[in-house]
């Protein structure tokens, strides 16, 4: 794991391979798509706004999977 000055780190390929890892990302993935399913149903602004909020985090931890040459910037 390699932490940066802006407070974002990255996952070493070691650790993307190891279980711990695979069952968070495991979790993650499915709780991306239970909050899509949530933020589907008709609700008012605020919770969808929150909803969004939490969508945008587990995305966050999702693309640590993603080695950080291959990101997008």
Do not use: C
Request: aromatic share 6%.
């Amino acid at each position: 794991m390699t932490v940066r000055r802006d407070d974002t780190f990255d996952l070493t390929d070691s650790d993307r391979s190891s279980a711990t890892w695979q069952k968070l990302y495991d979790a993650y993935t499915s709780r991306l798509a239970s909050l899509r399913m949530h933020n589907d149903k008709d609700q008012d602004a605020t919770t969808t706004a929150f909803i969004r909020g939490q969508i945008k985090e587990v995305k966050r931890v999702l693309e640590l999977n993603i080695p950080d040459d291959q990101k997008r910037r």
